[in-house]
C-alpha cells in the first residue's frame, strides 16, 4: 500500500539526496565543500600558534559548521518516509557522529577534534559526481579484499602468534639490558614495528643475540610480506572480467532508503513506492 | 586386532579431543580461555609496574594455570590408547613445552617468560571451531608457501651471500669514521636491516661513498622485494581452482591419534579400530 | 596544402629532431652528455666546501650550459614549421624550464637548483638510442599504470581519508606526552610515514595506548600494501600478449611534429606533408 | 682433433671439478667447509676485542686457508686442457678474487676483509649437492628476471629521474634549516632512502612544506613499490609450465670446460672431446 504523497517531502529528498537535478548537484557540492572545509578547520585548530591567535574565530566556524550540519542531518530525517531506515544506515550513523563532538566539548575539553570523523563524510563523493567508472574498480577491490578475507584473518591470526612469540624471546634476551625491552608488550610493539617493515628504530636491539634474532625476525617478514600481496593478486586477477556495469541512477527510494533503480523505474524495485519523477 | 574398548577413557577423549558432543566443545571453549588468560598473565607479569605490585597474585596464578595444563596433559595421555603417538605430535609437544617453564623458575629465575609459547596452543582455535573455511583457506597458503619453498630457498641463499659481501664492504667503507659499523656481522646486520626496508637508523652510513653504497643496496633490496612476492603470488594463482572441500570432522581415532575421518565413519581408516560414536 | 619547402630548415631538422643520419646521432649523444654533465654541476654546485673553492667556475659553466641550451631551444623553434606544436609539446615546455632557472638567478638567488629539471630530458635517451624494445617494455607499464589508475585513485582516497582519522585520534592520544605529535597535520604525517611502512622513527608513540594503535596502523599498511601492488600485477599479466611491435623510426613531421612514421613513408601520415629524405 | 689424453690431468679433474665419484665428492664437501669456515674467520677477526686477544692465530689461520685455496686454485689450472677458459670463467675469476686479498694485505692494511668474497665460492653448493630441484627454480628465477630486465631498467631510470628532482626540491625546502639536507647528493641518498621505504630517520624533514612533500614521496613510493613487484609475478606466471628437466650430470669437459651433459654422452657436445669416463 503506497504512503501518502507529500510534495514537500519529495521536493526535499530530491535536493537532499539525489544528485539527478541541478539544485541536487549543487546542494551536493555545497555540502561537499563545506565538509572540506569543516575538516581543514579541525586541523588547523590543532595547530598551537593559529589556535591561541584566532581561538575566538575557529569557535564562531566550528559552531557555524555543526548548526548547517544539524539541520541538514534533521532535514534528512524529515524528508525520507521511513527515518528509521536513514538513522541507521552507515550514512546515518557518521551524519550522526559529525555533529556530535561539538556538543559534547561543551561538557568534556578536547572532543572536538572528533570532529575529523567527517572526513567520511567525504567518501559521498563518489554518489554525487557520478563516479561511476570509479565506483566499479572500487567495488572489485572490496570484492576481491572480501574473497581473500578467510585467507588474511588466518595470515594475520599466524603473525598475532609469532609476534607474541618473538617479542617474549626478545624480552628476554635484551630485556635487561636495553631500556626499550621493558616489558613483553612493548617487545610486541617491537616485533610488530620490525615484521611489518616499519622500523621507527625507537626501539632496536643492542646485544649480539638480539641483533641476530632481529635479523631473522626481518628475513621473515621479508618472505611473509609477500603472503597478503599474493593472495589480493591472486582473488584480483580472479576477480576480472566478472564485473558489470553499474548504474549511474542516484535516486533513493523515500520509502525504504535502498539505492540502484534503472533510469526508467517509475516503481521502486524493493518496496514498490512510487520514486521521484526528475 | 582391535584392542580392548575401556569406556573411561573413551569418555574422556571424547570431552579433551573432540568438539562434536556439547561437553566436548564447553570443555575445549573453556581451554581456550584459560589458554589466553594464561598468555595476558604472563605479557602482564614482565610490566615491572604490575610485577612488584601483585606479585603474590602473579606467582598464584601462574601455578594454578601450570597445574590445570599439567593436569590436562596427563589426562590426555591417558585417554589415548597409544600415549607415544600424542606425545610426540605437534601438539603433544607443545602441550609440554607449555608447562615445563614454571617446573623450571623453581630452579632458573626467568624461565616462566617461556610460558608464552603457550599462545601457540591457540592455534588448536581452528579446529574448535569448526572454522573449515578457514582451515581450507590456510591450507591454501600452506601449499603455495610450500610450492614455493625451493624457489624461497634458493633466493634466501643468494640475498645470504649478497649481505655478506654488502656487510663486507660497508665494515671497509665505514668501519674508521662510524660506531655503528664495528664489525663485519655488525654490517652484516645493517645490510639485512636495510635489504629488508625495515630501517631503525640505529645503525646507519655517514661518509659520501657509504651513503652511495646504501642506496646501491636499497634499490636493490626494492627490486628484489619483487621476487618472493612475484613467486608466491605465481603459486597462489596456480593453486586456486585446485581447492576441495576438506572434511569438518573433528573426531580423532584413540588408537592411531589420527583425524580426517568422515562424518559416517565407524573404523579408523588408517588402523581400523572402532572409532567414538556419534 | 603543403608549406614550401626551406632547405636549412630541413637540415636543421634532420640534425636536432632525428636520430637516423649520423650527425643526426653525434648531435644527439652529444646533447645527452651535455645535460648529464650540467646535472652533475649543479649537484656539485650544492656541496657547501666545492661551492665555496670552485664558486668562479661553476658560474661559468652553468651559463656555458645555459647558452648552449638557449641556443638549442631556438634552432628547435626555428627548424619546425609549426614552432607552436613543438612549444606546447611535453620536451618543448621541458627544454624551456631547463634555461629559465639560470637568468631567473640573476634576480632571485637560489633558483639555479631548479635547473635539476634538465634531468628530464634525459628522457630523451629512449629515442636517441632506438631503445625500442624498452620503449615497448615502457609503454606496457604505461599501459599497466593507466588501466589500473581508477583503482588506484580510489583507494588512494581510502588511504586519505583513513590517514586523516589515524592522525587526528593519535593526536588525542599523545598530543598531551609527546611533542611529535604536536598537531593534527603533523600527526597525519607520521601516519603517513607509518602506513607507507616508511617509519623514520622521528615521530614515534611512547604511551602504551598509543604503542597499541600504531601497531594496529601499521597491521593495516600491511594488509593494505597488498592492494596496489595486486592491482598493478592483475594489469600487467591481463596486458601481456596485447603488445604489438612499436616502429622504430626516430623521424618527425617538420610540419606537425609527429612521429611514428614507417620507413618507407613519404609523407606524414597525420598531415601529409614530405617527411626528410635520409 | 683430439687432445693427447693425460691420466694424471684426468684424475686431478675428476676428483676437483665433478662430484660424480666418491673422492669428488669428498673434495667438493670438504672445500665446502672450508670456505665457509674461512668466511667465519674474516668475520670473527674484524670483531675487535676478538683481534686483539687471538690476532696471532687469525694470522695462521688466514694464511692457512690462504696457501690451501691457492694449491687448489693452481691444481684446477692444471689439470683442464684449455686453462684459459677456466680462467676466465665465472667461477675461475672468483676463485682468484678469493685468494689475492690475502697476499695483498702484506703490502696494503685492510685488504684481508675482501675476503668475504670467498662468501661466492659458496653457490658451487648447488653443483656439488645435485640440488636439480633447486637449481631448476633457481633458473625459473633467473629466467623472469631476466624476462623483466627492459621493463625494470626503464622504471629504474624513471625513479632515478624523479629521485634527483625530489632530491633537488628538498634540498631547496629543508637545505637552511635543517643540516641533513645540506647537498643535493645527500638529499638525493634521503630521496632514495624514503621511496624505497627503508626510512632510517637519519635525515629526516623538519619544516612543513618538507614533511607535506615527504609525504607526497613517500605515497607515491607506496604506489610504486607495486610495479616492479607486477613486472615480476607477471614474468613468474608467465613462465610456469615452459621449465624443462635441467640435466642432474655434473661432469665437465676438460678441453672446453662446458657442462651440462647428458648421462651417456661419450664425447663432449660442445667440441666432441672424450669425456671422463665413471
Redesign the interface.
Known amino acids: 500500500m503506497p504512503i501518502p504523497r507529500n510534495p514537500r517531502k519529495e521536493w526535499l529528498h530530491e535536493i537532499i539526496f539525489e544528485a539527478d537535478t541541478p539544485t541536487g548537484k549543487v546542494f551536493d557540492i555545497t555540502l561537499l565543500i563545506l565538509i572540506v572545509a569543516s575538516?581543514l578547520t579541525?586541523?588547523l585548530e590543532?595547530?598551537?600558534s593559529l589556535a591561541s591567535r584566532y581561538s575566538r574565530w575557529f569557535y564562531i566556524i566550528e559552531w557555524g559548521f555543526t548548526i548547517f550540519f544539524t539541520l541538514e542531518y534533521f532535514l534528512r530525517i524529515y524528508s525520507v518516509y521511513r527515518p528509521r531506515k536513514y538513522i541507521t544506515s552507515f550514512f546515518g550513523i557518521i551524519d550522526l557522529l559529525a555533529i556530535i563532538p561539538t556538543y559534547l566539548s561543551l561538557f568534556i575539553a578536547?572532543t572536538q577534534?572528533?570532529l575529523?570523523?567527517r572526513?567520511?563524510r567525504?567518501?559521498r563523493?563518489?554518489r554525487i559526481f557520478k563516479l561511476v567508472?570509479?565506483?566499479?574498480?572500487?567495488s572489485?577491490?572490496v570484492k576481491?579484499?572480501n574473497a581473500s578475507r578467510?585467507?588474511?584473518?588466518?595470515?594475520?591470526?599466524f603473525?598475532l602468534?609469532m609476534v607474541?612469540?618473538f617479542?617474549?624471546i626478545m624480552?628476554?634476551v635484551e630485556?635487561n639490558q636495553n631500556t626499550g625491552f621493558?616489558?613483553?608488550?612493548?617487545s610486541?610493539?617491537w616485533a610488530?614495528?620490525?615484521?611489518?617493515?616499519?622500523?621507527?628504530?625507537?626501539i632496536?636491539p643492542v646485544t649480539?643475540l638480539g641483533?641476530?634474532l632481529?635479523?631473522v625476525v626481518?628475513?621473515l617478514?621479508?618472505?611473509v610480506?609477500?603472503?597478503?600481496?599474493?593472495?589480493?593478486?591472486?582473488?584480483?586477477?580472479?576477480g576480472?572480467g566478472k564485473e558489470k556495469e553499474p548504474s549511474t541512477n542516484t535516486q533513493a527510494c523515500r520509502y525504504c532508503g535502498k539505492e540502484g533503480h534503472d533510469d526508467d523505474a517509475i516503481h521502486c524495485k524493493y518496496c514498490g513506492e512510487i520514486l521521484n519523477e526528475d
Request: hydrophobic letters at 55%; proline letters at 3%.
Open positions: 575538516v579541525v586541523m590543532s595547530i598551537d578536547g577534534y572528533l575529523v570523523i572526513a567520511l567525504l567518501l563523493i563518489f567508472k570509479f565506483l566499479k574498480e572500487s572489485a577491490i576481491a579484499l578467510p585467507k588474511i584473518t588466518v595470515f594475520m591470526f603473525i602468534v607474541i612469540i617479542g617474549s624480552y628476554l630485556g621493558d616489558s613483553i608488550p612493548r610486541i610493539y610488530i614495528v620490525t615484521l611489518t617493515t616499519v622500523g621507527y628504530g625507537d632496536s649480539n641483533q641476530f632481529a635479523a626481518m628475513i617478514g621479508y618472505a610480506i609477500a603472503v597478503p600481496t599474493g593472495i589480493v593478486s591472486a582473488e584480483i586477477i580472479r576480472e
